[in-house]
């Protein structure tokens, strides 16, 4: 443990904005899971506003460095690559 009252300062930051960045990343999975949920009903409207939001969320969390933005870019259009692929076999 820290003795200095600075980094005792610097340390409960860090586990404010750990447990902020955790929850940000949980949400992310939530909106992944409800696009893998609608493309398996064979329901590509839905899928694709959800991927539409799922691509919102993976671009704030980048801009907010939760995430690197070619993480972000690469699940988009992993997701993006999934959704054609369904549609184009249906």
């Not at 506003?49 to 690197?68: F, G, M, T, W, Y």
Request: no cysteine.
């Amino acid at each position: 443990m820290a003795n200095i009252k600075s980094a005792i300062k610097r340390i409960d930051i860090t586990k404010k904005r750990t447990a902020i960045n955790r929850a940000k990343k949980s949400q992310i999975k939530t909106f992944i899971k409800r696009f893998e949920n609608a493309l398996a009903d064979s329901n590509f409207d839905d899928a694709a506003l959800e991927l539409r939001k799922v691509d919102k969320k993976l671009k704030q969390a980048a801009s907010k460095n939760i995430i690197h933005k070619n993480a972000a870019a690469r699940k988009v259009s992993r997701l993006q690559q999934r959704l054609n692929a369904a549609m184009k076999n249906n």
